[in-house]
């Protein structure tokens, strides 16, 4: 397995221990919905993982790092930050998961919400 499919699986993985998460595949990307609305895009390349999460509060720190920009077609406006991870510089996964957790709880039904810790 190559470096970026361990971590596309890893945060896949990750994305749908939430409750009443599922996978689609719109346009070819990879979508981890909760109630049918996405909370993160991720594709996995040969060098590269880019993954895109709705973050309503951490947003503007998100966008200090070099890695990270306003999600493309328009969503960017709507809070959503597309990060860049290349294997080979170690990217701060912990982080990500972060993040992850945030897009869940900014697009989840807050009766989904209120189950988490």
């Given at each position: 397995?190559k470096a970026t499919e361990?971590?596309?699986?890893?945060?896949r993985?990750?994305?749908?221990e939430y409750?009443?998460?599922?996978?689609?595949f719109?346009?070819g990307?990879r979508?981890i919905?909760?109630?049918?609305?996405?909370?993160?895009?991720?594709?996995a390349?040969?060098?590269?993982?880019?993954?895109?999460?709705k973050?309503?509060?951490?947003?503007?720190?998100?966008?200090?790092?070099?890695?990270?920009e306003?999600?493309?077609?328009?969503?960017?406006?709507?809070?959503?930050?597309?990060?860049?991870l290349?294997?080979?510089?170690?990217?701060p996964?912990?982080?990500i998961?972060?993040?992850?957790?945030?897009?869940?709880?900014?697009v989840a039904?807050?009766?989904?919400?209120?189950?988490?810790?």
């Amino acid at each position: 397995m190559k470096a970026t499919e361990k971590i596309e699986s890893d945060l896949r993985a990750f994305a749908l221990e939430y409750p009443e998460t599922h996978e689609d595949f719109p346009w070819g990307e990879r979508a981890i919905k909760v109630k049918g609305k996405a909370f993160i895009f991720m594709r996995a390349g040969d060098d590269e993982v880019s993954l895109s999460v709705k973050l309503p509060n951490s947003r503007d720190m998100a966008l200090d790092l070099p890695w990270a920009e306003p999600t493309h077609y328009g969503l960017g406006k709507h809070g959503w930050v597309t990060a860049h991870l290349w294997p080979k510089e170690k990217p701060p996964l912990d982080l990500i998961r972060k993040w992850i957790d945030e897009s869940y709880r900014a697009v989840a039904p807050k009766t989904l919400v209120k189950t988490l810790r």
